[in-house]
Protein backbone atom coordinates (compact mmCIF):
# COMPACT_ATOMS: atom_id res chain seq x y z
CA UNK A 1 0.00 0.00 0.00
CA UNK A 2 2.86 2.32 -0.07
CA UNK A 3 1.87 3.67 -4.07
CA UNK A 4 -1.67 4.49 -3.02
CA UNK A 5 -3.22 7.83 -4.19
CA UNK A 6 -5.52 9.44 -1.70
CA UNK A 7 -8.60 10.40 -3.32
CA UNK A 8 -10.83 11.76 0.14
CA UNK A 9 -10.97 11.25 3.45
CA UNK A 10 -14.04 11.48 5.56
CA UNK A 11 -12.95 13.71 8.43
CA UNK A 12 -15.94 13.88 9.47
CA UNK A 13 -16.81 10.36 10.40
CA UNK A 14 -13.36 10.37 12.74
CA UNK A 15 -15.06 13.35 14.45
CA UNK A 16 -18.98 11.65 14.55
CA UNK A 17 -18.11 8.28 15.22
CA UNK A 18 -16.14 5.68 17.10
CA UNK A 19 -15.02 3.54 14.26
CA UNK A 20 -14.51 -0.16 15.27
CA UNK A 21 -13.38 -2.16 12.23
CA UNK A 22 -12.53 -1.03 9.14
CA UNK A 23 -12.47 -2.75 5.19
CA UNK A 24 -10.97 -1.73 2.42
CA UNK A 25 -13.63 -2.80 -0.68
CA UNK A 26 -13.97 -2.02 -4.65
CA UNK A 27 -16.15 0.38 -5.63
CA UNK A 28 -18.36 -0.47 -9.05
CA UNK A 29 -18.21 2.51 -11.10
CA UNK A 30 -19.05 3.96 -14.62
CA UNK A 31 -16.04 5.10 -16.84
CA UNK A 32 -16.59 9.26 -16.45
CA UNK A 33 -17.18 8.62 -12.70
CA UNK A 34 -13.78 6.89 -12.28
CA UNK A 35 -12.09 10.42 -14.10
CA UNK A 36 -13.97 12.10 -12.00
CA UNK A 37 -12.34 10.69 -9.09
CA UNK A 38 -9.18 11.38 -10.87
CA UNK A 39 -9.53 15.37 -10.53
CA UNK A 40 -10.68 14.61 -6.96
CA UNK A 41 -14.58 15.33 -7.47
CA UNK A 42 -16.02 13.82 -4.86
CA UNK A 43 -17.48 13.96 -1.42
CA UNK A 44 -18.15 11.29 1.45
CA UNK A 45 -19.50 13.80 3.49
CA UNK A 46 -23.27 12.09 3.80
CA UNK A 47 -22.44 8.60 2.67
CA UNK A 48 -23.61 5.61 4.58
CA UNK A 49 -23.29 1.86 3.83
CA UNK A 50 -26.64 -0.65 3.70
CA UNK A 51 -26.67 -4.09 3.59
CA UNK A 52 -29.74 -5.34 1.20
CA UNK A 53 -29.88 -8.83 -0.30
CA UNK A 54 -26.41 -10.15 0.35
CA UNK A 55 -24.59 -7.32 -1.53
CA UNK A 56 -23.24 -3.73 -0.14
CA UNK A 57 -24.39 -0.33 -1.48
CA UNK A 58 -22.76 2.90 -0.78
CA UNK A 59 -25.36 5.80 -1.12
CA UNK A 60 -25.26 10.06 -1.27
CA UNK A 61 -22.01 9.56 -2.06
CA UNK A 62 -21.53 12.59 -4.40
CA UNK A 63 -19.09 12.08 -7.83
CA UNK A 64 -19.26 15.39 -9.59
CA UNK A 65 -20.01 15.14 -13.19
CA UNK A 66 -16.82 14.71 -15.41
CA UNK A 67 -15.61 18.27 -16.72
CA UNK A 68 -15.16 17.18 -20.06
CA UNK A 69 -18.22 14.82 -20.34
CA UNK A 70 -21.39 15.44 -22.43
CA UNK A 71 -23.70 13.13 -20.71
CA UNK A 72 -26.91 14.89 -19.55
CA UNK A 73 -28.45 11.91 -17.82
CA UNK A 74 -25.98 11.62 -14.99
CA UNK A 75 -26.92 11.13 -10.86
CA UNK A 76 -24.34 12.49 -9.16
CA UNK A 77 -25.50 10.27 -6.37
CA UNK A 78 -26.45 7.34 -7.24
CA UNK A 79 -26.02 4.17 -4.91
CA UNK A 80 -22.93 2.23 -6.34
CA UNK A 81 -22.11 -1.36 -5.38
CA UNK A 82 -19.29 -2.12 -2.98
CA UNK A 83 -17.57 -5.27 -3.93
CA UNK A 84 -16.57 -7.81 -0.60
CA UNK A 85 -16.25 -11.51 0.11
CA UNK A 86 -19.87 -12.93 1.17
CA UNK A 87 -18.42 -13.95 4.79
CA UNK A 88 -17.03 -10.25 5.26
CA UNK A 89 -21.09 -9.08 4.03
CA UNK A 90 -22.49 -11.50 6.41
CA UNK A 91 -20.13 -10.19 8.92
CA UNK A 92 -21.37 -6.79 8.26
CA UNK A 93 -24.79 -7.43 8.28
CA UNK A 94 -24.76 -9.10 11.56
CA UNK A 95 -22.97 -6.34 13.00
CA UNK A 96 -25.24 -3.15 11.51
CA UNK A 97 -28.48 -5.72 13.08
CA UNK A 98 -26.89 -4.71 16.53
CA UNK A 99 -28.15 -1.10 17.74
CA UNK A 100 -25.93 2.06 16.93
CA UNK A 101 -23.58 0.60 14.64
CA UNK A 102 -23.38 1.52 10.86
CA UNK A 103 -21.56 1.60 7.70
CA UNK A 104 -19.38 5.20 6.97
CA UNK A 105 -16.80 5.65 4.01
CA UNK A 106 -13.33 6.80 5.92
CA UNK A 107 -11.78 7.40 2.78
CA UNK A 108 -11.18 6.54 -1.00
CA UNK A 109 -7.91 5.69 -3.06
CA UNK A 110 -6.40 4.53 -5.95
CA UNK A 111 -4.18 1.06 -5.60
CA UNK A 112 -1.01 1.12 -8.00
CA UNK A 113 -2.98 -0.40 -10.52
CA UNK A 114 -5.57 1.96 -10.60
CA UNK A 115 -8.41 0.48 -8.84
CA UNK A 116 -10.62 2.60 -6.87
CA UNK A 117 -11.17 1.39 -3.56
CA UNK A 118 -12.81 2.07 -0.85
CA UNK A 119 -12.37 2.17 3.17
CA UNK A 120 -15.57 1.44 5.24
CA UNK A 121 -15.58 1.84 8.66
CA UNK A 122 -17.99 -0.12 11.28
CA UNK A 123 -18.55 2.28 13.49
CA UNK A 124 -20.90 3.38 16.39
CA UNK A 125 -21.80 6.77 17.27
CA UNK A 126 -19.81 9.21 19.79
CA UNK A 127 -22.08 11.39 22.55
CA UNK A 128 -21.56 14.97 22.96
CA UNK A 129 -19.16 14.52 25.23
CA UNK A 130 -17.13 11.90 23.98
CA UNK A 131 -16.59 14.66 21.10
CA UNK A 132 -15.48 17.33 23.60
CA UNK A 133 -12.89 15.12 25.55
CA UNK A 134 -11.37 14.16 21.58
CA UNK A 135 -11.28 18.46 21.31
CA UNK A 136 -9.31 18.50 24.96
CA UNK A 137 -6.88 15.31 23.85
CA UNK A 138 -6.25 17.33 20.92
CA UNK A 139 -5.40 20.69 22.09
CA UNK A 140 -3.35 19.12 24.57
CA UNK A 141 -1.47 17.21 22.34
CA UNK A 142 -0.65 20.43 20.54
CA UNK A 143 0.20 22.30 23.22
CA UNK A 144 2.15 19.84 24.20
CA UNK A 145 4.15 19.70 20.49
CA UNK A 146 4.74 23.74 20.83
CA UNK A 147 6.23 23.41 24.34
CA UNK A 148 8.55 20.92 23.09
CA UNK A 149 8.99 22.76 19.84
CA UNK A 150 9.79 25.62 21.89
CA UNK A 151 11.91 24.07 24.06
CA UNK A 152 14.45 22.90 21.56
CA UNK A 153 14.61 26.21 20.22
CA UNK A 154 16.23 27.65 24.15
CA UNK A 155 18.78 25.06 23.68
CA UNK A 156 20.43 26.15 20.18
Known amino acids: MADNKTITTNRRARHDYHIVDTYETGIVLEGME ?7 KVSLQDGYA ?5 EVFLYDIHISQYSKSNTKS ?6 RKLLLNKSEIRRLFGKTLQSGFTLVPLGMHFTERGMA ?7 KGKHLYDKREDMKREDLK ?11 RERT
Open 34 to 40: VKSLREG
Open 74 to 79: YDPKRR
Open 117 to 123: KVSLGLV
Open 50 to 54: RVENG
Open 142 to 152: RDLATAMKGRD
